[in-house]
């Protein structure tokens, strides 16, 4: 018992480093194939398009409604304490500075990085990224690195449509239901404004991505077992991303606020 | 010339090439012959550098790809060709975006060239006018048509092929050994077939190498395999079901 235990606990910190070490070197490689990056940026592009633009209407959806839950959640928390004049710059602080970023990330995780991972999985299981290796093009500068630097972009970007259509929501909400004027909402969020909130949050935000695309391009690249092998690898993907994803977020929120 | 020396390669404890030993002339057609499963494939992406043995080594033109680094690899690779068993054509792109990536990546030839030369060895191959069609609306027997066309686009030196005829009817894999022929006497590529099909192995190889418990049990012209007292190897050629595993 004790031995298998043991055993357990022995693979699975071994499994571990394996996955960190082998992150970083698919890292390292990114980085060092970013000198080609004038040369692949049609590749970039495409990639831009496919993250940034399609996964827009999927963003703005999650991120009206939270907005508008965050306001109906604040004003239910406020109630008897404080003043519903401060709705506007409390709800401002929480979606600029966590929900924008964290959840606009989670949201790409589901969608890009289990796709890419998908995408990825799919070519190894099929021999293709060995047929890339065979032309002699670089799996990891043709395939990872558009990728990589596509989500790191974009993310911020869109965690700034996020922030604006999370406050939108909250305005609605504020507005409609709880009777808050659209000048006592917005003059609260211009009092509590403060821009190091902001660039925190879209700094988190570039780590997200990041971490996003190198975990998708990482299980991707390691997928085995046909079918079966690429189902696992778009939930492994999904989840690790996630988890990362908070790790990441309580780590950068201590540094950064 | 390609020469295997001495090659150990293991899967999780499980030995699969334990001492191969193989000299490619250049020129000639190597069908390289065995189980399915006995270590065939993996001997072929060891020559390409995609596998490293574990011990051994591989000179290709008398350079270890073993040892070498991976820039001076990828110079190797533009000088070897391979057609893998399922194609592995790009999903993502068309059948001129397939055969014409990897002379547009290297810039092997001017842009205004390249629709021409994809067109030129589609024609050798055998297809014509399907360069806007995707891998989707491709048959077996034209997708290794248009693998074997993007692997020839790069004006390979060395072709591997890997179980070109399995899943193929008679008719298309016996096109796909013509094939190999031509490629073999138009351009004077030396190739290497991975095949446990012995109508092809015969049709297509000067010499032929039998690959059994990770070892080369037998090595010489197709009319020497016939004559082999091996019995692993008679049964093999004969199709007997007595094999040993």
């Given at each position: ?48 398009h496919?993250?940034g633009?399609?996964?827009l ?23 008897g ?8 710059g ?12 964290v ?42 690195m ?15 449509f996020?922030n ?94 | ?72 690899l ?23 975006e ?39 609306e ?101 199709g ?6």
């Open positions: 018992m004790v031995a298998t235990l043991t055993r357990a606990l022995g693979r699975n910190i071994l499994d571990f480093f394996e996955k960190s070490g082998g992150m970083f070197l698919l890292l390292a490689q990114i980085l060092f194939e970013s000198r080609s990056v004038v040369r692949d940026r049609r590749i970039i592009i495409e990639q831009m496919a993250v633009v399609m996964s209407p999927l963003v703005c959806v999650t991120s009206l409604f939270t907005g508008a839950v965050s306001a109906w959640q604040a004003a239910y928390q406020f109630e304490f404080v003043s519903l004049t401060y709705l506007g409390a709800t401002a602080i929480a979606i600029f500075m966590e929900l924008g970023p959840l606009t990330a989670l949201v790409l995780a589901g969608r890009i990085g289990a796709s890419i991972a998908a995408e990825l999985g799919t070519m190894k299981v099929t021999e293709q990224i060995d047929a890339l290796e065979c032309l002699a093009i670089s799996p990891a500068r043709y395939l990872a558009p990728r990589f630097w596509a989500v790191v972009l974009m993310l911020p970007v869109l965690t700034i996020a604006f259509i999370a406050l939108f929501g909250a305005y609605i909400v504020a507005s409609t239901l709880l009777d808050v004027s659209a000048t006592m909402f917005f003059d609260s969020v211009q009092q509590f404004f403060e821009l190091r909130n902001v660039f925190g949050g879209l700094a988190k935000s570039v780590t997200f991505g990041a971490a996003i695309a190198l975990v998708g391009c990482y299980v991707g690249f390691k997928t085995y077992g046909g079918a079966e092998g690429v189902g696992r690898s778009t939930i492994d993907a999904f989840v690790l991303s996630a988890i990362l994803i908070l790790v990441n977020d309580y780590i950068l929120a201590m540094l950064i606020f | 010339m390609i020469e295997i020396k001495n090659i150990y390669k293991s899967f999780d404890e499980q030995a699969v090439l334990s001492g191969v030993e193989l000299k490619i002339k250049p020129g000639s057609s190597h069908a390289i012959i065995g189980r399915s499963g006995c270590g065939k494939s993996v001997l072929l992406k060891h020559i390409v550098g995609l596998l490293r043995p574990d011990s051994g080594d591989i000179l290709v033109d008398g350079l270890s790809v073993v040892t070498m680094r991976r820039r001076d990828y110079k190797i690779r533009i000088k070897i060709g391979m057609l893998f068993q399922g194609a592995a054509l790009f999903d993502s792109m068309n059948v001129e397939n055969i014409s990536l990897g002379v547009r990546e290297h810039r092997l030839f001017p842009q205004n060239e390249i629709s021409g030369r994809v067109a030129e060895k589609l024609q050798l191959v055998g297809l014509h006018g399907i360069q806007k069609k995707f891998p989707s491709l048959s077996g027997g034209m997708k290794k048509r248009v693998g074997l066309a993007r692997a020839l686009m790069m004006e390979p030196k060395y072709m591997l092929y890997d179980e070109p005829t399995t899943g193929l009817d008679p008719v298309m894999a016996d096109a796909i050994n013509d094939l190999v022929i031509s490629v073999r006497d138009r351009l004077g590529v030396t190739s290497i077939v991975v095949t446990h099909d012995m109508a092809s192995a015969y049709k297509v190889a000067d010499r032929i190498s039998m690959l059994h418990d990770g070892q080369v049990i037998f090595s010489g012209a197709p009319a020497e395999i016939r004559e082999s007292s091996n019995t692993i190897v008679q049964n093999f050629i004969t007997n079901q007595v094999v040993v595993a």
